[in-house]
C-alpha cells in the first residue's frame, strides 16, 4: 500500500535524493579537477593502475556525471554505473580489512558509507528521476 502524502511528493523527494546523493561527489569532483596533481598524486599513493587514468576518471564520475545525475539525464544507466564507481572507490579506497586500528575503524565506517550511498543509487536507477529532470522533459 503506498502512503499518500509521499506519492504527493515523489517527484520532488526523487529530486532532493538526486541532489543529496550527489553533492558529496559534485564537490570532490570539483576538488580533484582543481588539484589534479595532487589527485594523481594520492591514486599512485592508493596503487591504483594507471594513476592518471584512475585520476580523470573519479574527475569525470563525481563532477560530471554527478552534475547529470542531480539534473536527471540518463539517470538509470548512470546511477548503475555510478554504482559500480562507488563499489570500485570503497574496494581500492577504504580496504579496511587490511588495517588496524584506528585507521581500521575509520575506513570500516567508509567502506559502509560507500555501500549506503550504493542503496541509494539502486533505488534511483530502480525508481527513475521523476517529473523533476531532464529524463522527463
Known amino acids: 500500500m503506498r502512503h499518500a502524502l509521499l506519492e504527493g511528493q515523489r517527484d520532488i523527494i ?5 541532489i543529496l ?15 589534479f596533481e595532487g589527485t594523481v598524486g594520492y591514486m599512485t599513493s592508493l596503487g591504483a593502475p594507471m594513476p592518471t587514468l584512475a585520476a580523470a576518471v573519479a574527475v569525470i564520475m563525481e563532477f560530471v556525471i554527478g552534475i547529470v545525475l542531480i539534473l536527471g539525464f540518463y539517470t538509470r544507466p548512470l546511477a548503475l554505473l555510478f554504482a559500480l564507481f562507488v563499489l ?11 588495517m588496524v586500528d584506528p585507521e581500521r575503524s575509520a575506513n570500516m565506517t567508509q567502506f559502509l558509507k560507500n555501500l549506503s550511498i550504493i542503496g541509494g543509487l539502486l533505488a534511483l536507477a530502480v525508481s527513475g528521476p521523476g517529473r523533476y529532470s531532464l529524463d522527463r522533459r
Not at 14 to 18: G, K
Not at 23 to 33: C, M, S
Open 21 to 35: 546523493l550527489m553533492t558529496l561527489f559534485v564537490l570532490a569532483g570539483w576538488g580533484k579537477l582543481n588539484g
Open 14 to 18: 526523487l529530486l532532493l535524493a538526486r
Open 88 to 98: 570500485g572507490t570503497a574496494l581500492i579506497g577504504h580496504p579496511f580489512w587490511n
